[in-house]
């Protein structure tokens, strides 16, 4: 298996332009996360899909962030207009969930640097 | 809620020693799991174990070990005889049955390991 997917790895832009993160889970995963790690917060969640649907999205710091799961294989993360703190690592993991927690497969990341 | 502890920020250890992290964790939940996650240098999270509330067995596996002890609320890990490749930060985190997707991540040791 070729893992969690995620594109790209690096990404530098101007504020205020958008930015699309990219998430392939692993293949027969139901359970879709994005986080974000920062030195100040550490790794938080963002927003978690459970069959592609939308479970919680509280973690999303707010309405420049969205994220859509068009598909079980597929799920991208949108920030628009992209500011300089949200520079960060983004992660994207999944998991196989059935009745209680199953270990999440995390994506090498997307290092996103807002100048 | 549920609170997971790294007191140690950083250990630095030469070639060959035993290190341990320690880990403290706070949660309501009567079942719940624990995890360990190192992150390399080259960013990406690689899964460790998992483990269940209901199981205090220790664990081994290679050169690395797990103490859990519920009492104490801690999942203690040891690397045996470090080695380079061992530098990583190290991540413990919890989930809690009531919420059976939230990985709460503790802030994460930074290990150094000197030839």
């Known amino acids: 298996d070729a893992g969690v997917i995620q594109s790209p790895r690096h990404e530098v832009t101007e504020m205020g332009q958008e930015v699309t993160l990219r998430c392939k889970p692993i293949?027969?995963?139901?359970?879709l996360f994005w986080y974000r790690q920062t030195m100040m917060r550490g790794l938080e969640l963002l927003i978690y899909?459970?069959?592609?649907?939308?479970?919680?999205d509280s973690g999303m710091p707010e309405d420049r962030f969205s994220a859509k799961m068009p598909n079980a294989s597929f799920s991208t993360l949108k920030i628009q207009p992209s500011e300089p703190r949200d520079s960060a690592v983004y992660f994207c993991?999944?998991?196989?969930?059935?009745?209680?927690?199953?270990?999440?497969?995390f994506g090498p990341g997307t290092r996103l640097t807002v100048l | 809620a549920q609170k997971v502890t790294q007191a140690q920020t950083e250990i630095s250890v030469v070639e060959k020693e035993d290190v341990t992290l320690d880990c403290v964790y706070e949660t309501r939940d009567t079942t719940y799991y624990l995890f360990w996650y190192k992150q390399p240098p080259s960013g990406e999270l690689v899964f460790l174990i998992r483990r269940n509330s209901f199981d205090e067995q220790n664990e081994i596996s290679g050169r690395y070990s797990w103490n859990f002890q519920k009492s104490t609320s801690s999942f203690n890990f040891t690397i045996t005889a470090s080695q380079v490749v061992d530098s990583a930060v190290y991540f413990c985190?919890?989930?809690?049955?009531?919420?059976?997707?939230?990985?709460?991540f503790g802030a994460g040791t930074t290990v150094t390991v000197r030839a």
């Open positions: 293949s027969g995963h139901n359970s």
């Open positions: 985190a919890l989930i809690g049955s009531s919420n059976d997707y939230k990985l709460s």
């Open positions: 993991a999944s998991c196989f969930l059935a009745g209680g927690p199953d270990e999440q497969f």
């Open positions: 899909f459970n069959n592609n649907v939308p479970i919680d």
